[in-house]
């Protein structure tokens, strides 16, 4: 079984050698994706598709608690939809895909494919909004997008993706700033206890913000290898896109008004952020909320007591199942033991449940968790009450592990040759004072490619000078390099 075990995690480059590697072989071993022939573009596979259902499910429960209604748009957008704000048209030109032609004739107007839908949004709501009372407006739509990227990587940056993005109207700037907060907060409690990523809540800074926004906040998240990745955004748009596509009504005075416009979102990068903070040397390590699979039995034993064992296990899979725990069996004879631990340990399932000849006898089962190895035997009367247990434990383990990487690789830094060294020898997330400037803010990704990620809400420390120029801080900011 030993000798199973090198062969099989021989074909994961190791996180050390080379963290893109490793990453690329992970998405494949495990079976999530497959390329497809257009360039920048993937197949979702069944468990990535399950996992991004899930954060479908998840959300989508707390859009509706919310007052949020879903909604679907066109993928194809004018082009003088993207003149209206011209902010926005600047910020996503470089990146827009064009139709040209349809049905063997050249159109009057190209065509855009959707980036992001804030230009056709705005077009129906000066059409549906006319007085307060129609006021908020808020609505959502899962979609997908396409923003013909140059360079690509699997779930993180795809040439299409699929995502929600959410569009609200208020009467008030007071209302949307909330509705714009609310919604952030609702991010940072689904990425935190459904998917297990601790992250940074912030405000980006105005050469990082959304295209057209006022104001951006997102939350960001460190990988294993050091990298920032923005797992969602809230965007204050306040009256740009009013004002651009005339969306206006009548206040109760009878007055007419432009509306507060917010938009949010977060996309399949997740899935991106899932592995890239769990994973190990060994593959994925998924938190039971999002796996697909939550439990894999595998019966084991010699052949002569094969019939008693699948019988039990088969009757434990029925048990787990009408219990609500997301469960799959693996009887088959033509694999070993060895061979199947290693093969769920690579797709990340939270918990594998032995069960053999010895165990029947016990009246118990095994219980192998992913993220720690640890074995643990249960008996089988107990096990309805101890794998919910075992599961929740593992969750918050995995969240609290990965918190515990972040607070490692994070550092404070008072000069820019400090925050260079702490970029490229140790790697991680730096907090460092700023000015305020465009000029020093780019300064420093000059000199090690490293990014404002936010201005955090919440911070360990409060740098006194601007890294770059070293007069008085207006805020701190942490820094990375990113996806």
């Not at 699979?293 to 034993?301: F, L, Y």
């Not at 939270?350 to 192998?368: F, S």
């Not at 060294?421 to 300064?443: H, M, P, T």
Request: glycine share 6%.
């Amino acid at each position: 079984m030993a000798k199973e075990n090198k062969t099989f995690v021989k074909e994961i480059t190791p996180q050390s050698e080379d963290f893109s590697r490793w990453y690329l072989d992970v998405i494949q071993k495990a079976d999530l994706m497959d390329y497809s022939p257009v360039r920048g573009c993937i197949v979702f596979k069944p468990d990535a598709y399950e996992m991004w259902e899930a954060c479908q499910r998840e959300l989508d429960k707390e859009f509706k608690r919310t007052g949020h209604r879903n909604a679907y748009f066109p993928l194809f957008i004018p082009e003088s939809f993207f003149q209206k704000e011209k902010e926005h048209v600047e910020g996503f030109n470089p990146e827009l895909p064009w139709v040209t032609e349809a049905g063997g004739d050249k159109l009057e107007e190209r065509l855009a494919i959707r980036p992001t839908s804030e230009t056709m949004i705005g077009h129906m709501y000066a059409q549906w909004i006319q007085s307060y009372r129609d006021l908020p407006l808020l609505l959502n739509q899962w979609a997908n997008v396409v923003r013909w990227e140059k360079r690509t990587l699997p779930f993180l940056r795809t040439s299409e993706f699929l995502w929600q993005e959410g569009h609200t109207a208020h009467a008030s700037e007071e209302e949307a700033r909330q509705e714009t907060m609310q919604m952030l907060d609702i991010y940072t409690k689904f990425v935190e206890e459904f998917l297990a990523i601790p992250v940074i809540r912030g405000q980006k800074t105005p050469s990082e913000k959304f295209a057209g926004a006022v104001d951006t906040y997102s939350i960001e998240a460190m990988m294993k290898d050091g990298k920032a990745l923005q797992a969602g955004t809230s965007h204050f748009l306040g009256q740009n896109f009013a004002k651009g596509f005339d969306i206006q009504y009548l206040d109760k005075d009878n007055q007419l008004k432009y509306v507060y416009t917010t938009s949010w979102g977060i996309s399949t990068r997740l899935l991106g952020a899932l592995i890239m903070v769990h994973g190990d040397d060994r593959g994925l390590v998924l938190p039971p909320k999002v796996a697909p699979t939550q439990v894999v039995i595998i019966p084991i034993g010699p052949q002569k007591a094969r019939a008693a064992v699948v019988e039990a296990a088969d009757s434990l899979f029925t048990q787990l199942r009408d219990a609500g725990i997301r469960v799959r069996m693996d009887a088959r004879d033509d694999v070993s033991p060895g061979w199947k631990f290693n093969e769920y340990e690579m797709r990340g399932i939270p918990v594998r449940l032995e069960i053999g000849p010895r165990d029947l006898e016990n009246r118990q089962v095994v219980l192998v968790r992913r993220d720690t190895g640890e074995k643990t035997f249960v008996p089988l009367d107990e096990l309805n009450t101890a794998l919910p247990k075992l599961l929740d434990n593992i969750q918050v383990n995995m969240f609290e592990t990965a918190k515990k990487f972040r607070e490692e690789h994070s550092y404070v830094a008072n000069t820019l040759d400090e925050l260079v060294g702490y970029i490229n020898d140790q790697r991680g997330f730096v907090l460092a004072g700023w000015c305020g400037s465009a000029e020093c803010e780019k300064a420093v990704k000059d000199a090690c490619s490293a990014t404002s990620r936010n201005i955090p809400f919440e911070t360990p420390a409060e740098p006194a000078h601007c890294v770059s120029c070293q007069q008085p801080a207006k805020h701190a900011v942490w820094f990375a390099k990113s996806y």
